[in-house]
C-alpha cells in the first residue's frame, strides 16, 4: 500500500495565495504520474492538475494561469501553488500517485476560500 502524505491548505480570502504538498514514498519507483484532484461538496471529484515524473504538467481549464504544479524527485514530493484563488476553488484537495495502471490516494486535505 502507498501512503501519500499530505500538508498545507487551510483557509484563505479571495485572491489569497496557497501551498499544497505530497510526499510519496521513498520506495516507490518511477515512472510515474502524480497529481492533485479536488472535490467540492456536492460535487464530482474533478482533475486539477498532473504532473509527470520528466516534469510534464497538465492543468485543468479552471486553474490554468493561477495554479502551478510542481515535483522534487530526491525527495518524491509535488507541490501545488495556488494563486489567486477564488471561492469556487473551496474544496477538499487530494493527492494522486498513478503506476503501472494503479492509482493511489492520499486521504485529502481541505481549502476553504472565503469571499
Known amino acids: 500500500q502507498v501512503q501519500l502524505v499530505e500538508s498545507g491548505g487551510g483557509l484563505v480570502q479571495a485572491g489569497g495565495s496557497l501551498g499544497l504538498s505530497c510526499a510519496a514514498p521513498?520506495?516507490?519507483?518511477?515512472?510515474?504520474?502524480m497529481g492533485w484532484y479536488r472535490q467540492a461538496p456536492g460535487k464530482q471529484r474533478e482533475l486539477v492538475a498532473t504532473i509527470s515524473s520528466g516534469g510534464n504538467e497538465n492543468y485543468s481549464d479552471s486553474v490554468k494561469g493561477r495554479f502551478t504544479i510542481s515535483r522534487d524527485n530526491t525527495k518524491n514530493t509535488i507541490y501545488l501553488q495556488m494563486n489567486s484563488l477564488k471561492p469556487e476553488d473551496t474544496a477538499d484537495y487530494y493527492c494522486?500517485?498513478?503506476?503501472?495502471?494503479?492509482?493511489?490516494w492520499g486521504k485529502g486535505t481541505l481549502v476553504t476560500v472565503s469571499s
Open positions: 494522486t500517485l498513478s503506476r503501472l495502471g494503479i492509482n493511489y
Open positions: 521513498e520506495t516507490i519507483f518511477r515512472p510515474n504520474l
